[in-house]
Every structure is written in C-alpha cells, then in structure tokens.
C-alpha cells in the first residue's frame, strides 16, 4: 500500500506541477489583457540567457529534493491541506537540498515558472507567480509548518531557526553581541 501511494503522490505531483501549472502559464502567455502588445524582453536570445540558468536551478531543487525526501525523509512529497496522499516523511530531512531550504521543491517549481515566464515573455505570469508567492508561504505556515513541529517538535524548531523557508541563502541572521 505504502509503493502503491507513493507512485500516485508522484503521479499527482508530477501531473500538476510539472504538466498543468507549465501548460497554463504558456496559454496564459498568449492572452495579451491586461498588458496588450507588452513585450518586456522582446529579444529572444536574452530571454533565453536569463530563463536558462533559473530553469536549471529550478530542476536540480526540484529533483534534488524529491529524492532526498524519498531516501532521507522516507516519505513521499504529496501532502495537501494535511491530507496525505503520499506516505508522510518519518524522518526530517536537513541535509542535501534541505540544508539550504526548508522547501526546496517550492523554490524549484516557483523557479522553473519564474523562468518559463520569462522564456515566453510574459509579464502577465510573472505578475501571477508573484502574487502567489505570498499565499504559498501562507500556506507552508497554516499547514505543513503545524504538521512538522507536531511530528518533530524541538528537532524542527532547531531546524527553522536556521534555514530560510523557501530561497536559499537569504536567512537574515541575528549578530550576537559578546
């Protein structure tokens, strides 16, 4: 039962982040409201230069995680409005990707459509992907934040105070005076 739930968390996973959201944002592209005949970087090889590398990035955190979480975490990363489609981490993952955010699927995929809007010159998505932004962490806070401190308590805690929640190495830290 534990195989059969993780290859459907991936399935699903897979389908709606990977599949849908990208599709979306490419139709959403040629819809020209509200910005009509906007073309923000009209060169091609710049949108490319720039959409590439964040691409990348984007992937490796993506994939990277995931197979932390997996191998680490022994768990699956499905988990929506507490309700877990994939088996749940038994364990807390802070190494690997984890060790410079505490959601690094999250920076991957916002990444990966950060730079497909950019690949198809869309101000419109990135409007869109920056408005969501704050209800992700809205949502990482209302529930998967709870559901860790209840399943890892002091561990986790120990482990929030440390690194960023979503891009990594932006945790502003706080100087000690001696």
């Given at each position: ?29 040629n ?36 197979i ?27 190494t ?59 561990e ?23």
């Amino acid at each position: 039962m534990k195989t059969f739930r993780l290859i459907l968390g991936y399935i699903i996973g897979f389908s709606m982040f990977c599949i849908f959201i990208p599709y979306l944002l490419i139709v959403g592209s040629n819809n020209p409201w509200p910005f009509p005949e906007l073309n923000f970087i009209p060169n091609i090889y710049l949108r490319s230069i720039i959409a590439f590398p964040i691409f990348c990035i984007g992937l490796l955190f993506a994939i990277w995680s995931n197979i932390f979480l997996l191998t680490k975490g022994e768990g699956g990363p499905v988990d929506v409005f507490n309700v877990a489609i994939s088996p749940r981490s038994i364990k807390l993952v802070v190494t690997g990707p984890y060790k410079f955010s505490r959601n690094p699927m999250v920076f991957g995929a916002l990444s990966i459509y950060f730079s497909i809007s950019v690949f198809v010159n869309s101000l419109y998505d990135i409007i869109i992907i920056l408005l969501i932004i704050p209800l992700a962490i809205l949502y990482l806070k209302l529930t998967e934040e709870k559901r860790l401190i209840k399943d890892f308590g002091e561990e986790y805690l120990l482990y929030r105070s440390k690194v960023p929640m979503i891009v990594p190495f932006t945790k502003i830290r706080k100087r000690t005076t001696t």
